[in-house]
């Protein structure tokens, strides 16, 4: 099972101290947390993507191929890439060079956002969110699978004979979770091509989350890619430690009760009760997180949200280290003990696709006159 950590990249005062750190400085602290996570032994990294305050990361490849270069066995992703703001052949590009420099390190979650006003800002219209992630991705997932490519549809215009480049490595696409917080028709786009699901459920309660899930599954196992119970599924997940609850509460409280999502709402015990935000000891992290998989199902990725609300670099950072020493390897002993022998342990990577041959759906096809001719693909 995969473990590792979130940033949407915010960029909000320290409570504590009513001072605001620079973008340049939050840029950086998002890369020193990627290179945390890789050190304590996580599995992930994945970033949000933003085109308003309060939020920086509004280039997620070009974040990723600067973490990519410095890291060398943590897996990149994203948290999300807007697929409907952005033009499918940029993605495709942007994506498959992200993952060349990765050598293959580097899986995408797409959606729609939660930021309306960024529609507009990309000549879009919100009102057609769901249609156009459907398109886009169709065509999306053509440019990865097809060498020449002949499309028309409603959002971009037509393409006539177009060959996305680079290719993807070894003509093998990345792995695409689709994620989806309040929306079954990305649920059911997910489970129709045998996706990944990734519901970030950290702003919802548990009878949501296992609504979406359950969802997804019992789609994918319609559209004949396997049982409901291999289907894989990623959750979000929130936490703040320290070595007692009380202790962690009045550390957390400040950062919590302003923070620019769901600060001034709900108090911190009453988000606690609802969702999955666990603030306490590594121990009850490890409990309530166990929990997930009850109403969930056996998944295969794990991600914590620990940077935001103006929290500062160095607390972030013991954060991370606590979650990688004290938190995640109980986790991962724990949920592999329960977890039938039927059911994948992780989500696809770039080696099981590659491995899965050349018939793969995963799998660029490349005319035989191109092969012949030596064409680097």
Known sequence: MQFGIFSVGDLTADPTTGTTISEHERINAITAIALKAEEVGLDVFATGEHHNPPFVPSSP?????????RTETLKLSTATTLITTNDPV??????????????????????????????????????????????????????????SVDWQGEFRTPLQGFTSTPAPLDATPPFVWHGSIRSPEIAEQAAFYGDGFFHNNIFWNTEHTEQMVNLYRQRFEHYGHGSADQAIVGLGGQVFMAGTEAEA????????????????????????????????????????????????????????????????????????????????????????????????????????????????????????????????R
């Open 61 to 69: 490849t070009t974040l990723l191929g600067w973490i990519a270069a």
């Open 90 to 147: 940029k993605i495709a590009e942007d994506y498959a060079m992200l993952q060349h420099l990765s050598d293959g390190r580097i899986d995408l979650t797409l959606g729609r956002g939660n930021t309306g006003p960024v529609y507009p800002w990309f000549g879009k219209d919100i009102r057609k969110g769901i249609p156009m992630a459907v398109e886009n991705y169709h065509l999306l997932r053509r440019l990865w699978r097809e060498d």
């Open 249 to 376: 509460k009045r550390r957390f409280r400040p950062y919590f009760d302003n923070a620019p999502v769901y600060g001034h709402g709900p108090s911190l015990e009453e988000f606690a009760e609802m969702t999955p935000l666990t603030v306490g000891t590594p121990e009850q992290v490890i409990a309530k997180t166990l929990t997930f998989a009850d109403y969930a199902g056996d998944y295969q990725r794990q991600l914590f949200l620990l940077d935001h609300a103006g929290l500062p670099l160095e607390l972030v950072l013991e954060q991370v280290e606590m979650l990688g020493r004290d938190v995640v390897p109980t986790l991962r002993a724990e949920f592999e003990r329960r977890r039938p022998s039927h059911v994948p342990s992780d989500p696809p990577t770039h080696a099981s696709l590659v491995a899965a041959g050349p018939d793969s759906a995963h799998r660029r096809v490349i005319p035989n006159e191109a092969v012949a001719a030596g064409a680097d």
